[in-house]
């Protein structure tokens, strides 16, 4: 299998490199090496290489600073995604390209489901839909994958970040109201790999864990898993709760729970496959 995968310094790229079989020719790379921006040096790789599948992970992915530089958000997650398309529709290449909870809007109380229709609030949201509708119009065998409050031992992430802040004995100040699905980039990293070697899968897929929670409920399994680990007690103190009404911070979507179209499990087992993800983060800050 011939495959080239993008943004491979990202949390889930990192998570892919780490998974990817060894059977596999693959091609990783980043943004100095492959910038999809850049259609001219894109072909010319896709061209020489000619991947069987390409899988697109390198995203704008600064939420807060899209707002203000929405230009740049959209050169990416929009026109670089419709380059990769085309360069994969000329080599006959399928594209797995991923996306976001946040195309929803989040003023509703079910997790949203691969056939609901987008409506994204921010311009993140809105750059990530305008990505996915040209993937699919350019390149015929394309899958979009669809994931939400991504988590990883690499880079900065909200799970790590609460258990350093932890740590330190810091305060956890945390959005209250925002409901979400964590994904562990791991698993994702192993579903997409598995994505690779499906023929003809669905065109639009979810792919988050089962637990639905707000942020605060996180960071209080967290600190539950963190105190269990070191026997030492970590409490999240939630000091001057911020509502997404007074945040100043860009509009995030309330309610950005997916469902996942895999097979579900019953929620105790799916808390447990939770917790041992985290515990996978404990252990990697811990052991460091
Ligand atoms: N993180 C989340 O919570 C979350 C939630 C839902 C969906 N997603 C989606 O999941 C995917 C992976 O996210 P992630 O968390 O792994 O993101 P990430 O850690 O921010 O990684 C994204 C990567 O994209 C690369 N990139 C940016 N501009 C580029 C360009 N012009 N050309 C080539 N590469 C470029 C960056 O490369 P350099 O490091 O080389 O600059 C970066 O390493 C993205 O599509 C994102 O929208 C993420």
Request: aromatic share 6%.
């Amino acid at each position: 299998m011939r495959v080239l995968i993008t943004g491979a310094r990202g949390q889930l790229g990192q998570s892919l490199r780490e998974r990817v079989p060894e059977d596999w020719e693959v091609i990783f790379t980043d943004s100095k090496t492959l910038d999809i921006t850049n259609s001219t040096t894109l072909d010319a790789m896709i061209q020489g290489f000619q991947p069987e599948v390409i899988v697109n992970t390198a995203a704008y992915t600064n939420v807060d600073q899209a707002e203000h530089e929405p230009k740049q958000a959209f050169a990416v997650n929009a026109h670089g995604v419709a380059n990769l398309a085309q360069a994969a529709q000329k080599v006959g290449s399928r594209l797995i390209h991923i996306s976001t909870d946040y195309v929803f809007r989040g003023n509703t109380n079910q997790p949203y489901t691969a056939l609901d229709a987008p409506n994204p609030s921010n311009v993140y949201g809105k750059s990530k839909l305008a990505g996915e509708l040209l993937a699919l119009g350019l390149c015929e065998h394309t899958t979009i994958v669809r994931t939400s409050w991504v988590f990883s031992e690499h880079g900065r992430n909200f799970v790590p970040a609460v258990i350093n802040k932890l740590l330190d004995n810091q305060t956890v100040e945390i959005y209250e109201n925002n409901i979400g699905t964590p994904t562990y980039a791991g698993a994702l990293a192993d579903y997409i790999i598995e994505l690779v070697e499906t023929q003809n899968p669905a065109k639009i897929v979810h792919y988050c864990s089962d637990v639905i929670l707000d942020r605060v409920e996180l960071a209080q399994m967290i600190a539950t898993q963190l105190s269990a680990h070191t026997h030492k007690q970590y409490d999240i103190k939630v000091t001057a709760p911020v509502t997404l009404a007074n945040a100043e911070h860009t509009v995030r979507p309330d309610y950005s729970a997916l469902r996942s179209s895999q097979t579900h499990p019953d929620q105790a087992q799916a808390v447990s496959v939770l917790q041992q993800h985290i515990q996978t983060i404990i252990n990697s800050l811990l052991n460091k």
